[in-house]
């Protein structure tokens, strides 16, 4: 291993715990002892504080508090960082500007290779409606993909949704892809598909990218104009804007303070003490008839029909539910 990569190494591991003792560094970096000792002067030369720690299993303890000497990133820290720097601009913690000054900061002192993995890494990020579970992707994939994005070249790859053919075969996609959104821990790909010709949102946990990638493309407009808008109306089911295709007007027999925790992206105003004026969505009418009763209250329909009889129907099936 050269000597560079190793003192990364070295150092990344001193980092990642107080105390490390001589030989289990020695058998992490598979190298002799006298290598540590000799990588440990180096980056004390350097202006790291470590010290040697007594005992039968001597070791070394990177000190805290000292001044920051020069920073060393590997290739995954500085996705990392790039990653949750960028991600910290949703946060809503009033951090948005100097997260990006920081990124912008860190970038212009990398060396060209890490400044260049860096700017490969670019995603808007979207609050999802009910969340889900985290989906861990690949940064080498992260990176295939984004980069793909910036080039606007067209991106081959195997899906992992995408049923084998009669031999066994997965045919690759062929996308145009316009943008990455990160949204509630998964990660998804807005393009235009090739195949189908219409727009498509692909999980990018399923997505093996094939090289090389395809020829340049013109851009396209993404509907409405706005792919995180784009995004956020299909999470709703909704064709057209970042809007439910169902919103309904109910009266609980709840106070609103009691109703104002649950009611997600809905809007809730106080009539008395013990009632409030709700108006929510979803993607059908009978799926908010449904999401209202979760209140365990009385209910007066404000409006509209379509509403009303999405009760009804949800009676008919609840009382067959209950008899059978």
Known sequence: MPTTSRLLQLLSLLQRRRDWPGAVLADRLEISHRTVRRDIDRLREMGYRIEATMGPDGGYRMDAGSELPPLLFDDDQVVAMTVALQAATATGAGIEEAALRALTTIRQVMPSRLRHRMNAVEFSTLARPGGGPVDPVSPDVLIALSAAVRAREVLRFDYASVRADADGARPPRRVEPHHLIASDGRWY???????????RIFRADRISPRTPTGPRFPPRGVPGGDARAYVAARFKGSAEGDGWPCTGTVILHLSADAVRPFIGDGTVD???????RLTAGSWSWVALAASLCRFDAEIEVVGPAELTEAFAQLAVRTRAAATR
């Not at 790909?189 to 727009?199: G, S």
């Open 189 to 199: 790909l807005v393009a235009w598909d090739l195949d189908v010709d219409d727009w």
């Open 270 to 276: 106080a009539i008395d003490a013990d009632r409030c």
